[in-house]
């Protein structure tokens, strides 16, 4: 479909959605999360694609894409590695040997409450089951996010256990996603975290910032600027592609009111496994003012297998953007391992 077929002359009812998915009209970003394709067969409708029935029985992780998001995909592209990461396929259904339900071992973790504490200084609230965006390679695919409660009301236990343990300096904001939460809730947890002496560092984990760039309102900008704790963001970006106008405006609001944002990725066969994807990625964010923190080994979690790329492809990937980027721009490659004190760094 070329742009001109989207053009607001263009009468064929036909292409009325599809124009709409490639340019939306902005609106807020609650109303971007209700507007979200939650469907297989309307996001292959949306972008001109066959049908694949097949597929839809891996439905069983449900279909969560924002039209902002699908803007950025290229029409009829199956291969697009924006695509790649929401578009359910057959692949899911396989089973593949070491590719389990809990593959980070967060389960036994948990503390109540909603909080993971696995690593020295730092504990993890899971605050929302919501996301922004369902990935299909999520290593929370599986996470019993309904039992691990997502209401405000529930986050007592975890902040509880925060104040109990002095080494804690560090609160982490994970999910699911946190931004999915109000800037009220959200301002009004932030108040409660500050609340707690011994903490000195906000982080917050999100990718709202790229599917839904709009979520970065004056408000929360605002209330980041006033903590009194360092805050970091960690936003999740895994192409170049998914980074564009609206996006880049969304990490300078951040950054503008000195908050420090890194990206993390995961390194995903068919999205990201080539040196010039993932040196396009760096660049674009170290000159989007972001720093490249994290390139994650995929976690094995059931239903991703396809996704993944061999350590040692990983460590020639790391090799060769060595020699292209510099310092700053190469990312850490870690791998997650259920019982290991940090993430373990490969190369
Ligand atoms: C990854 C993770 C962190 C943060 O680790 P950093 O290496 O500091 O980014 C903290 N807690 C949990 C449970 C984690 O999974
Ligand atoms: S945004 Fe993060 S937690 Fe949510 S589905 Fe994607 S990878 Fe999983």
Known sequence: MSPSDCSPTATAPKNGARCFAANPRQVGWQTAMKRAIRSQSELRRLLGLAADPQAE????????????????????????????????????????????????????????????????????????????????YCFRREFPYLENGSRKQS??????????????????????????????????????IEAIDHVR????????????????????????????????VVVHSNHAQEIDFRVVAAL??????????????????GVNDSVDALASLSLKLVDSGVVPYYLHQLDRVRGAGHFWVDIERGKQLLEQLRARLPGYAVPKYVIEQAGENSKTPIA
């Open 57 to 136: 029985r891996a439905e069983a992780f449900p279909t969560f894409v924002p039209l902002e998001l699908v803007s950025r995909i290229t029409p009829g592209d199956p291969d697009d590695p924006i695509l790649r990461q929401v578009l359910a396929t057959a692949d899911e259904l396989a089973e593949r040997p070491g590719f389990v339900s809990d593959p980070v071992g967060d389960l036994p973790a948990q503390r109540g409450g909603g909080l993971l504490h696995k690593y020295d200084g730092r504990a993890l609230i899971v605050t929302h089951g919501a996301c922004a965006v369902h990935c299909r």
């Open 155 to 192: 986050w007592a236990p975890a902040l509880q256990y925060i104040q109990d343990d002095e080494s804690i300096e560090e609160v982490l904001l994970s999910g699911g996603d946190p931004l999915t939460l109000t800037d009220d809730v959200l301002a009004e947890l932030i108040d409660r």
């Open 201 to 232: 560092r906000l982080r917050i984990h999100t990718r709202l910032p790229i599917a839904i760039p709009q979520r970065v309102t004056a408000e929360l900008v605002d209330r980041l600027d006033h903590s009194r704790l360092a805050v970091w």
């Open 252 to 269: 300078d609001r951040l950054r503008r009111a000195g908050i420090s944002v890194l990206n993390q990725a995961v390194l995903l066969a």
